[in-house]
Protein backbone atom coordinates (compact mmCIF):
# COMPACT_ATOMS: atom_id res chain seq x y z
CA UNK A 1 0.00 0.00 0.00
CA UNK A 2 1.33 3.04 -1.04
CA UNK A 3 -0.31 5.28 1.25
CA UNK A 4 -3.26 5.47 3.40
CA UNK A 5 -5.74 7.89 2.21
CA UNK A 6 -5.99 9.19 -1.85
CA UNK A 7 -7.42 11.93 -2.26
CA UNK A 8 -8.86 13.32 -5.85
CA UNK A 9 -9.78 16.70 -6.65
CA UNK A 10 -7.71 19.47 -4.39
CA UNK A 11 -10.56 22.11 -3.93
CA UNK A 12 -11.62 23.03 -0.57
CA UNK A 13 -12.99 19.82 0.05
CA UNK A 14 -9.88 17.55 -1.18
CA UNK A 15 -7.22 19.70 0.24
CA UNK A 16 -8.48 20.54 4.03
CA UNK A 17 -9.72 16.57 4.03
CA UNK A 18 -6.24 15.69 3.14
CA UNK A 19 -4.46 18.52 5.89
CA UNK A 20 -6.91 16.53 8.43
CA UNK A 21 -6.00 13.38 7.85
CA UNK A 22 -2.17 14.05 8.12
CA UNK A 23 -2.38 15.62 11.18
CA UNK A 24 -4.37 12.67 12.15
CA UNK A 25 -1.49 10.41 11.30
CA UNK A 26 -2.45 8.93 8.39
CA UNK A 27 -0.24 9.30 4.95
CA UNK A 28 -1.77 11.29 2.59
CA UNK A 29 -1.74 11.36 -1.70
CA UNK A 30 -3.41 14.07 -3.77
CA UNK A 31 -4.30 13.62 -7.03
CA UNK A 32 -5.09 16.88 -9.80
CA UNK A 33 -5.25 17.39 -12.97
CA UNK A 34 -4.56 21.24 -12.78
CA UNK A 35 -1.41 22.87 -12.53
CA UNK A 36 -1.85 24.59 -9.45
CA UNK A 37 -3.88 23.26 -5.92
CA UNK A 38 -6.59 24.62 -4.38
CA UNK A 39 -9.14 23.48 -7.32
CA UNK A 40 -12.27 25.70 -8.51
CA UNK A 41 -12.00 27.92 -5.46
CA UNK A 42 -8.80 29.11 -5.00
CA UNK A 43 -8.12 29.21 -9.02
CA UNK A 44 -11.10 30.28 -10.80
CA UNK A 45 -14.01 31.07 -8.06
CA UNK A 46 -14.34 32.20 -4.36
CA UNK A 47 -10.78 33.78 -4.30
CA UNK A 48 -10.35 35.52 -7.62
CA UNK A 49 -14.03 36.69 -7.94
CA UNK A 50 -14.03 38.43 -4.37
CA UNK A 51 -10.21 40.03 -5.24
CA UNK A 52 -12.09 41.59 -8.31
CA UNK A 53 -15.37 42.24 -6.35
CA UNK A 54 -13.21 44.14 -3.61
CA UNK A 55 -11.13 46.54 -6.48
CA UNK A 56 -14.15 47.27 -8.38
CA UNK A 57 -16.06 48.23 -5.01
CA UNK A 58 -13.20 50.54 -4.51
CA UNK A 59 -13.02 52.16 -7.97
CA UNK A 60 -17.05 52.58 -7.66
CA UNK A 61 -16.48 54.39 -3.89
CA UNK A 62 -13.93 56.50 -5.25
CA UNK A 63 -16.12 57.69 -8.07
CA UNK A 64 -19.31 58.51 -6.42
CA UNK A 65 -19.07 57.48 -2.46
CA UNK A 66 -16.30 59.51 -1.04
CA UNK A 67 -17.81 63.26 -1.35
CA UNK A 68 -20.16 63.52 0.80
CA UNK A 69 -17.63 62.51 3.62
CA UNK A 70 -15.30 65.36 2.65
CA UNK A 71 -12.65 63.34 0.73
CA UNK A 72 -12.58 64.99 -2.66
CA UNK A 73 -10.85 62.96 -5.26
CA UNK A 74 -10.20 63.18 -8.65
CA UNK A 75 -12.41 61.05 -11.23
CA UNK A 76 -10.68 57.77 -10.76
CA UNK A 77 -9.28 55.89 -13.85
CA UNK A 78 -9.54 52.44 -14.32
CA UNK A 79 -6.07 50.00 -14.67
CA UNK A 80 -7.39 47.15 -15.41
CA UNK A 81 -4.20 45.66 -15.78
CA UNK A 82 -3.39 46.07 -12.59
CA UNK A 83 -6.91 44.95 -11.37
CA UNK A 84 -5.98 41.82 -13.03
CA UNK A 85 -2.63 41.36 -11.03
CA UNK A 86 -3.80 42.30 -8.02
CA UNK A 87 -6.62 39.11 -9.01
CA UNK A 88 -3.90 37.31 -10.37
CA UNK A 89 -1.25 38.04 -6.73
CA UNK A 90 -4.64 36.72 -4.67
CA UNK A 91 -4.79 33.60 -6.37
CA UNK A 92 -0.96 33.08 -6.94
CA UNK A 93 -0.65 33.68 -2.61
CA UNK A 94 -3.39 30.90 -1.88
CA UNK A 95 -2.80 28.27 -4.50
CA UNK A 96 0.71 28.47 -2.91
CA UNK A 97 -0.04 28.60 0.54
CA UNK A 98 -1.59 25.32 -0.08
CA UNK A 99 1.38 23.58 -1.38
CA UNK A 100 3.31 25.08 1.39
CA UNK A 101 0.49 23.05 3.57
CA UNK A 102 1.16 20.09 1.60
CA UNK A 103 4.71 20.32 2.75
CA UNK A 104 4.14 21.32 6.43
CA UNK A 105 2.08 17.88 6.46
CA UNK A 106 4.20 15.75 4.00
CA UNK A 107 1.47 15.28 1.83
CA UNK A 108 2.04 13.77 -1.86
CA UNK A 109 0.90 16.01 -4.37
CA UNK A 110 0.43 13.86 -7.54
CA UNK A 111 0.15 16.09 -11.10
CA UNK A 112 -1.99 14.23 -13.42
CA UNK A 113 -5.72 13.10 -13.85
CA UNK A 114 -7.06 10.10 -11.30
CA UNK A 115 -9.17 7.54 -12.03
CA UNK A 116 -9.94 4.89 -9.91
CA UNK A 117 -9.46 1.65 -11.49
CA UNK A 118 -10.37 -0.67 -8.63
CA UNK A 119 -11.24 0.05 -4.77
CA UNK A 120 -7.84 0.83 -3.22
CA UNK A 121 -6.58 1.71 -6.65
CA UNK A 122 -6.24 5.01 -8.28
CA UNK A 123 -4.13 5.28 -11.76
CA UNK A 124 -2.84 9.15 -12.26
CA UNK A 125 -1.97 9.62 -16.03
CA UNK A 126 0.30 12.42 -16.32
CA UNK A 127 0.51 15.63 -19.17
CA UNK A 128 2.75 13.09 -21.04
CA UNK A 129 0.45 10.53 -21.05
CA UNK A 130 2.85 8.39 -18.65
CA UNK A 131 0.70 6.26 -15.43
CA UNK A 132 0.92 5.54 -12.53
CA UNK A 133 -0.81 3.35 -9.63
CA UNK A 134 -1.51 4.54 -6.10
CA UNK A 135 -2.67 2.48 -3.73
CA UNK A 136 -4.61 3.05 -0.29
CA UNK A 137 -7.47 1.26 2.49
CA UNK A 138 -9.50 4.75 1.59
CA UNK A 139 -10.00 6.78 -1.61
CA UNK A 140 -11.66 10.14 -1.82
CA UNK A 141 -14.10 11.50 -4.58
CA UNK A 142 -13.36 15.13 -4.28
CA UNK A 143 -13.68 16.08 -8.27
CA UNK A 144 -15.74 19.23 -7.72
CA UNK A 145 -18.12 20.34 -10.06
CA UNK A 146 -18.08 22.51 -13.50
CA UNK A 147 -20.20 25.25 -15.25
CA UNK A 148 -23.44 23.88 -16.47
CA UNK A 149 -23.84 24.87 -19.84
CA UNK A 150 -26.72 26.57 -21.60
CA UNK A 151 -28.22 24.41 -24.74
CA UNK A 152 -27.90 25.89 -27.92
CA UNK A 153 -25.10 28.41 -26.46
CA UNK A 154 -21.74 27.97 -27.22
CA UNK A 155 -19.33 28.76 -24.43
CA UNK A 156 -16.06 30.42 -26.14
CA UNK A 157 -14.47 32.29 -23.06
CA UNK A 158 -14.21 35.20 -25.07
CA UNK A 159 -17.36 37.06 -26.13
CA UNK A 160 -19.72 34.23 -24.61
CA UNK A 161 -18.29 33.32 -20.95
CA UNK A 162 -18.47 31.42 -18.30
CA UNK A 163 -17.51 32.75 -14.52
CA UNK A 164 -13.96 31.58 -15.62
CA UNK A 165 -13.93 33.38 -18.58
CA UNK A 166 -16.07 36.85 -17.05
CA UNK A 167 -12.87 36.68 -14.69
CA UNK A 168 -10.16 37.31 -17.58
CA UNK A 169 -12.21 40.03 -19.75
CA UNK A 170 -9.52 42.29 -21.42
CA UNK A 171 -12.01 45.35 -21.20
CA UNK A 172 -14.97 46.62 -19.74
CA UNK A 173 -17.71 45.32 -21.67
CA UNK A 174 -20.08 48.22 -23.24
CA UNK A 175 -22.97 45.81 -22.81
CA UNK A 176 -23.04 42.62 -21.03
CA UNK A 177 -25.91 40.51 -20.66
CA UNK A 178 -25.63 38.07 -17.59
CA UNK A 179 -27.77 34.70 -17.82
CA UNK A 180 -29.23 33.80 -14.75
CA UNK A 181 -29.81 35.26 -11.44
CA UNK A 182 -28.20 33.41 -8.95
CA UNK A 183 -25.12 34.41 -6.36
CA UNK A 184 -22.43 33.94 -9.52
CA UNK A 185 -24.22 35.73 -12.13
CA UNK A 186 -24.83 38.48 -10.14
CA UNK A 187 -21.74 38.98 -8.07
CA UNK A 188 -19.74 39.15 -11.63
CA UNK A 189 -22.41 41.11 -13.02
CA UNK A 190 -21.64 43.43 -10.31
CA UNK A 191 -18.05 43.47 -11.01
CA UNK A 192 -18.09 44.48 -14.20
CA UNK A 193 -21.02 47.11 -14.00
CA UNK A 194 -18.93 48.96 -11.42
CA UNK A 195 -16.02 49.01 -13.97
CA UNK A 196 -18.16 50.68 -16.88
CA UNK A 197 -21.00 48.02 -18.35
CA UNK A 198 -24.56 48.01 -19.05
CA UNK A 199 -25.55 45.14 -17.51
CA UNK A 200 -29.18 43.16 -18.28
CA UNK A 201 -29.57 39.68 -16.30
CA UNK A 202 -31.83 37.51 -17.43
CA UNK A 203 -33.29 35.17 -15.06
CA UNK A 204 -36.00 31.64 -15.71
CA UNK A 205 -37.62 32.43 -12.90
CA UNK A 206 -39.80 35.29 -11.62
CA UNK A 207 -37.31 36.12 -8.86
CA UNK A 208 -33.73 36.65 -8.06
CA UNK A 209 -31.13 34.86 -6.11
CA UNK A 210 -33.40 31.39 -5.92
CA UNK A 211 -33.48 29.36 -2.20
CA UNK A 212 -33.02 32.87 -0.32
CA UNK A 213 -35.25 34.33 1.76
CA UNK A 214 -38.03 35.85 -0.56
CA UNK A 215 -38.20 39.36 1.03
CA UNK A 216 -34.45 40.00 0.84
CA UNK A 217 -34.39 38.85 -2.66
CA UNK A 218 -37.08 40.98 -3.81
CA UNK A 219 -35.47 44.58 -1.58
CA UNK A 220 -31.86 43.13 -3.34
CA UNK A 221 -33.67 43.36 -6.65
CA UNK A 222 -34.64 47.21 -6.10
CA UNK A 223 -31.23 47.86 -4.95
CA UNK A 224 -29.30 46.60 -7.96
CA UNK A 225 -32.03 48.13 -10.29
CA UNK A 226 -31.20 51.71 -8.34
CA UNK A 227 -27.40 50.54 -9.01
CA UNK A 228 -28.39 50.35 -13.25
CA UNK A 229 -28.95 46.58 -13.20
CA UNK A 230 -31.88 46.06 -15.46
CA UNK A 231 -33.67 42.42 -14.88
CA UNK A 232 -36.08 40.32 -17.98
CA UNK A 233 -37.24 37.79 -15.06
CA UNK A 234 -39.45 34.50 -16.16
CA UNK A 235 -37.66 34.59 -19.55
CA UNK A 236 -34.93 32.05 -21.09
CA UNK A 237 -31.93 32.71 -23.33
CA UNK A 238 -32.68 30.16 -26.14
CA UNK A 239 -29.88 31.50 -28.37
CA UNK A 240 -26.68 33.25 -28.93
CA UNK A 241 -25.38 34.33 -32.50
CA UNK A 242 -22.53 36.37 -33.15
CA UNK A 243 -23.44 39.26 -35.48
CA UNK A 244 -21.57 42.10 -37.26
CA UNK A 245 -21.40 44.39 -34.10
CA UNK A 246 -21.01 41.92 -31.37
CA UNK A 247 -23.75 39.71 -30.01
CA UNK A 248 -27.73 38.76 -30.69
CA UNK A 249 -29.19 36.73 -27.78
CA UNK A 250 -32.62 35.60 -28.19
CA UNK A 251 -34.83 35.57 -25.37
CA UNK A 252 -38.11 34.10 -24.75
CA UNK A 253 -40.64 34.58 -21.87
CA UNK A 254 -40.47 31.24 -19.76
CA UNK A 255 -43.92 30.87 -19.98
CA UNK A 256 -44.27 30.80 -23.70
CA UNK A 257 -44.96 33.78 -25.85
CA UNK A 258 -43.15 35.88 -28.17
CA UNK A 259 -39.42 35.66 -28.93
CA UNK A 260 -37.25 38.93 -28.44
CA UNK A 261 -33.81 39.73 -29.17
CA UNK A 262 -30.78 41.72 -27.16
CA UNK A 263 -27.58 42.82 -28.33
CA UNK A 264 -24.62 42.21 -26.26
CA UNK A 265 -20.98 42.64 -26.61
CA UNK A 266 -20.46 39.87 -23.92
CA UNK A 267 -22.57 37.25 -22.93
CA UNK A 268 -22.08 35.25 -19.02
CA UNK A 269 -23.34 31.68 -18.84
CA UNK A 270 -24.15 31.36 -15.05
CA UNK A 271 -26.84 29.20 -14.91
CA UNK A 272 -25.64 27.23 -12.58
CA UNK A 273 -22.98 24.30 -11.64
CA UNK A 274 -23.19 20.68 -12.00
CA UNK A 275 -20.98 17.81 -10.15
CA UNK A 276 -17.52 16.84 -12.03
CA UNK A 277 -16.92 13.06 -12.29
CA UNK A 278 -15.53 12.51 -16.04
CA UNK A 279 -12.91 10.15 -16.09
CA UNK A 280 -12.86 9.04 -12.91
CA UNK A 281 -14.23 5.48 -13.82
CA UNK A 282 -17.21 5.44 -11.56
CA UNK A 283 -19.40 3.93 -13.99
CA UNK A 284 -17.52 0.88 -14.61
CA UNK A 285 -16.40 1.01 -10.67
CA UNK A 286 -20.20 0.32 -10.03
CA UNK A 287 -20.35 3.73 -7.60
CA UNK A 288 -24.24 4.75 -7.35
CA UNK A 289 -25.30 8.18 -8.93
CA UNK A 290 -28.46 10.07 -8.93
CA UNK A 291 -28.59 13.47 -10.96
CA UNK A 292 -25.32 13.10 -11.36
CA UNK A 293 -23.75 13.35 -7.79
CA UNK A 294 -21.76 11.14 -6.44
CA UNK A 295 -24.74 9.06 -3.58
CA UNK A 296 -23.05 8.37 -0.15
CA UNK A 297 -24.83 7.72 3.33
CA UNK A 298 -24.71 9.90 6.85
CA UNK A 299 -20.58 8.85 6.45
CA UNK A 300 -19.70 10.27 3.01
CA UNK A 301 -19.30 6.18 2.10
CA UNK A 302 -20.40 5.53 -1.11
CA UNK A 303 -21.64 2.12 -2.28
CA UNK A 304 -18.34 0.56 -2.86
CA UNK A 305 -16.39 -0.10 0.16
CA UNK A 306 -13.18 2.27 0.97
CA UNK A 307 -14.32 4.78 -1.70
CA UNK A 308 -16.08 8.22 -0.25
CA UNK A 309 -16.89 11.35 -1.31
CA UNK A 310 -17.24 14.83 -0.57
CA UNK A 311 -17.91 18.64 -1.80
CA UNK A 312 -19.52 19.59 -4.67
CA UNK A 313 -19.66 16.37 -6.66
CA UNK A 314 -22.37 15.39 -3.54
CA UNK A 315 -25.30 16.41 -1.94
CA UNK A 316 -26.47 19.66 -0.67
CA UNK A 317 -25.08 23.44 -1.51
CA UNK A 318 -22.26 23.94 -3.37
CA UNK A 319 -20.33 26.26 -1.35
CA UNK A 320 -16.46 25.94 -0.20
CA UNK A 321 -17.12 26.35 3.93
CA UNK A 322 -19.35 22.79 3.14
CA UNK A 323 -17.10 20.83 1.14
CA UNK A 324 -13.97 22.06 3.78
CA UNK A 325 -15.95 20.77 6.52
CA UNK A 326 -17.00 17.84 4.81
CA UNK A 327 -13.33 17.07 4.54
CA UNK A 328 -12.75 17.92 7.72
CA UNK A 329 -15.38 15.50 9.41
CA UNK A 330 -14.23 12.37 6.60
CA UNK A 331 -10.90 12.58 7.66
CA UNK A 332 -12.18 12.47 11.26
CA UNK A 333 -14.29 9.41 10.54
CA UNK A 334 -11.72 7.67 8.52
CA UNK A 335 -8.99 8.08 12.14
CA UNK A 336 -11.93 6.71 14.10
CA UNK A 337 -13.30 10.13 15.82
CA UNK A 338 -16.87 11.49 15.60
CA UNK A 339 -16.82 13.83 12.69
CA UNK A 340 -19.99 15.54 11.82
CA UNK A 341 -21.96 18.19 9.55
CA UNK A 342 -24.51 20.52 10.93
CA UNK A 343 -26.22 20.96 7.57
CA UNK A 344 -29.08 22.83 9.22
CA UNK A 345 -25.93 25.85 9.98
CA UNK A 346 -24.19 26.57 6.45
CA UNK A 347 -24.15 30.18 6.10
CA UNK A 348 -24.52 31.40 2.68
CA UNK A 349 -23.02 34.84 1.47
CA UNK A 350 -23.69 37.11 -1.90
CA UNK A 351 -20.38 39.62 -2.16
CA UNK A 352 -22.04 42.39 -3.70
CA UNK A 353 -23.40 45.95 -2.46
CA UNK A 354 -24.48 45.77 -0.16
CA UNK A 355 -23.39 41.97 1.13
CA UNK A 356 -26.35 39.49 1.68
CA UNK A 357 -25.95 36.63 4.24
CA UNK A 358 -27.72 34.16 5.63
CA UNK A 359 -27.47 31.29 7.76
CA UNK A 360 -30.45 28.90 8.44
CA UNK A 361 -34.12 28.70 7.40
CA UNK A 362 -36.18 31.45 5.05
CA UNK A 363 -39.47 32.55 5.89
CA UNK A 364 -40.47 30.55 2.62
CA UNK A 365 -39.22 27.59 4.05
CA UNK A 366 -40.64 27.47 7.42
CA UNK A 367 -44.65 28.10 6.21
CA UNK A 368 -43.64 24.89 3.79
CA UNK A 369 -42.36 23.23 6.83
CA UNK A 370 -45.64 24.35 8.78
CA UNK A 371 -43.43 25.97 11.43
CA UNK A 372 -44.75 28.71 13.09
CA UNK A 373 -42.28 31.42 13.95
CA UNK A 374 -42.01 34.82 15.10
CA UNK A 375 -40.07 37.98 12.88
CA UNK A 376 -37.68 40.05 14.53
CA UNK A 377 -36.43 42.91 11.50
CA UNK A 378 -34.26 45.83 12.48
CA UNK A 379 -33.02 48.35 9.55
CA UNK A 380 -29.80 49.89 8.92
CA UNK A 381 -31.21 53.51 8.85
CA UNK A 382 -31.96 52.98 12.52
CA UNK A 383 -28.00 51.73 13.00
CA UNK A 384 -25.76 54.91 14.60
CA UNK A 385 -22.40 53.09 12.78
CA UNK A 386 -24.20 52.36 9.36
CA UNK A 387 -25.27 56.67 9.25
CA UNK A 388 -21.29 56.74 10.10
CA UNK A 389 -20.29 55.31 7.58
CA UNK A 390 -23.17 55.83 4.97
CA UNK A 391 -24.16 52.13 5.04
CA UNK A 392 -27.66 52.58 5.61
CA UNK A 393 -29.54 50.11 2.88
CA UNK A 394 -30.65 46.57 4.43
CA UNK A 395 -31.93 45.12 7.54
CA UNK A 396 -31.63 42.18 9.90
CA UNK A 397 -34.23 39.57 9.93
CA UNK A 398 -34.44 37.22 13.22
CA UNK A 399 -36.57 33.97 12.38
CA UNK A 400 -37.48 32.04 15.72
CA UNK A 401 -39.78 29.40 16.51
CA UNK A 402 -42.93 30.48 17.95
CA UNK A 403 -43.09 28.06 20.56
CA UNK A 404 -39.44 27.85 22.21
CA UNK A 405 -38.06 30.94 20.51
CA UNK A 406 -34.93 28.87 19.37
CA UNK A 407 -33.10 30.68 16.11
CA UNK A 408 -34.18 28.64 12.69
CA UNK A 409 -33.10 31.62 10.79
CA UNK A 410 -31.15 35.07 10.55
CA UNK A 411 -30.93 36.48 6.72
CA UNK A 412 -29.12 40.04 6.68
CA UNK A 413 -28.77 42.28 3.77
CA UNK A 414 -26.03 45.30 4.02
CA UNK A 415 -22.65 46.76 4.26
CA UNK A 416 -20.95 43.80 6.13
CA UNK A 417 -23.27 40.99 6.02
CA UNK A 418 -20.84 38.42 5.51
CA UNK A 419 -18.73 38.85 8.75
CA UNK A 420 -21.80 39.68 10.89
CA UNK A 421 -23.54 36.31 10.04
CA UNK A 422 -21.57 34.35 12.23
CA UNK A 423 -22.80 35.16 15.58
CA UNK A 424 -26.23 34.04 14.34
CA UNK A 425 -24.27 30.71 12.99
CA UNK A 426 -22.66 30.63 16.35
CA UNK A 427 -25.80 30.81 18.35
CA UNK A 428 -27.89 28.35 15.97
CA UNK A 429 -24.80 25.60 16.81
CA UNK A 430 -25.92 26.01 20.08
CA UNK A 431 -29.53 26.26 19.93
CA UNK A 432 -29.52 29.48 20.99
CA UNK A 433 -32.98 31.26 21.61
CA UNK A 434 -33.82 34.98 20.19
CA UNK A 435 -33.83 36.05 23.45
CA UNK A 436 -30.10 34.38 24.23
CA UNK A 437 -29.07 37.22 21.69
CA UNK A 438 -30.73 39.91 22.45
CA UNK A 439 -28.88 39.82 26.17
CA UNK A 440 -25.66 39.36 24.58
CA UNK A 441 -24.42 43.19 25.07
CA UNK A 442 -22.73 44.12 21.83
CA UNK A 443 -20.60 47.14 21.12
CA UNK A 444 -21.18 50.63 20.11
CA UNK A 445 -21.14 51.42 17.48
CA UNK A 446 -21.11 48.84 15.61
CA UNK A 447 -23.55 47.33 12.65
CA UNK A 448 -23.74 44.17 14.66
CA UNK A 449 -26.05 45.88 17.19
CA UNK A 450 -28.78 45.62 13.79
CA UNK A 451 -28.40 42.06 14.87
CA UNK A 452 -29.07 42.38 18.42
CA UNK A 453 -32.27 45.16 17.97
CA UNK A 454 -33.64 42.45 15.53
CA UNK A 455 -33.26 39.41 17.92
CA UNK A 456 -34.67 42.00 20.59
CA UNK A 457 -37.72 42.77 18.04
CA UNK A 458 -38.88 38.91 17.69
CA UNK A 459 -40.44 40.16 21.48
CA UNK A 460 -41.03 43.27 20.53
CA UNK A 461 -38.43 44.96 22.07
CA UNK A 462 -36.32 46.74 20.11
CA UNK A 463 -34.96 49.96 21.26
CA UNK A 464 -34.03 52.06 18.39
CA UNK A 465 -36.78 51.76 16.12
C1 LIG B 1 -17.00 32.18 -9.89
C2 LIG B 1 -17.25 31.36 -8.65
C3 LIG B 1 -17.32 31.98 -7.42
C4 LIG B 1 -17.54 31.24 -6.27
N1 LIG B 1 -17.59 31.90 -5.08
C5 LIG B 1 -17.79 31.20 -3.95
C6 LIG B 1 -17.79 31.86 -2.69
O1 LIG B 1 -17.61 33.07 -2.60
N2 LIG B 1 -17.99 31.10 -1.59
C7 LIG B 1 -18.20 29.75 -1.65
O2 LIG B 1 -18.39 29.12 -0.61
N3 LIG B 1 -18.19 29.10 -2.83
C8 LIG B 1 -17.99 29.79 -3.98
N4 LIG B 1 -17.95 29.13 -5.17
C9 LIG B 1 -18.16 27.66 -5.16
C10 LIG B 1 -16.88 26.94 -4.75
O3 LIG B 1 -15.85 27.26 -5.65
C11 LIG B 1 -17.12 25.43 -4.72
O4 LIG B 1 -18.23 25.14 -3.88
C12 LIG B 1 -15.89 24.69 -4.20
O5 LIG B 1 -14.76 24.96 -4.99
C13 LIG B 1 -16.14 23.18 -4.17
O6 LIG B 1 -15.02 22.55 -3.69
P1 LIG B 1 -14.65 21.06 -4.08
O7 LIG B 1 -13.45 20.72 -3.27
O8 LIG B 1 -15.84 20.19 -3.96
O9 LIG B 1 -14.28 21.07 -5.63
P2 LIG B 1 -13.43 22.02 -6.58
O10 LIG B 1 -13.01 23.26 -5.92
O11 LIG B 1 -14.22 22.14 -7.84
O12 LIG B 1 -12.11 21.20 -6.85
C14 LIG B 1 -12.11 20.00 -7.54
C15 LIG B 1 -10.73 19.76 -8.10
O13 LIG B 1 -10.67 18.42 -8.59
C16 LIG B 1 -9.86 18.38 -9.75
N5 LIG B 1 -10.21 17.17 -10.49
C17 LIG B 1 -11.41 16.83 -11.04
N6 LIG B 1 -11.35 15.60 -11.59
C18 LIG B 1 -10.09 15.13 -11.37
C19 LIG B 1 -9.42 13.92 -11.68
N7 LIG B 1 -10.06 12.92 -12.28
N8 LIG B 1 -8.15 13.80 -11.31
C20 LIG B 1 -7.50 14.81 -10.67
N9 LIG B 1 -8.08 15.97 -10.35
C21 LIG B 1 -9.37 16.13 -10.68
C22 LIG B 1 -10.22 19.67 -10.47
O14 LIG B 1 -9.17 20.04 -11.34
C23 LIG B 1 -10.37 20.64 -9.29
O15 LIG B 1 -9.17 21.32 -9.04
C24 LIG B 1 -17.71 29.84 -6.35
C25 LIG B 1 -17.62 29.20 -7.58
C26 LIG B 1 -17.39 29.94 -8.72
C27 LIG B 1 -17.29 29.23 -10.03
Not at 44 to 58: H, N
Not at 66 to 77: C, D, Q
Not at 322 to 339: F, M
Amino acid sequence: MSHDLIVIGSGPGGYVCAIRAAQLGMKVAVVEKRKTLGGTCLNVGCIPSKALLYASEMFEEAAHGLGPLGVVVAPPKLDLTAMMKHKDDTVAANVNGVAFLFKKNKIDWVVGEGRIAAPGTVVVKGADGKEQTLEAKSIVIATGSDVAPLPGVEIDEKTVVSSTGALTLAAPPKRLIVVGAGVIGLELGSVWRRLGAEVTVVEFLDRILPGMDGEVAKQFQRMLERQGFRFRLGHKVTRVDKAAAGLQATIEPAAGGAAETLDADVVLVAIGRRPYTQGLGLEALGVAMERGQVVIDAHFATNIAGVYAIGDVVRGPMLAHKAEDEGVALAEILAGKAGHVNYDVIPGVVYTTPEIASVGRSEEELKAAGIAYAVGKFPFTANGRARAMRHTEGFVKVLADAATDRVLGVHIIGFGAGEMIHEAAVLMEFGGSAEDLARTCHAHPTMSEAVKEAAMAVAKRAIHV
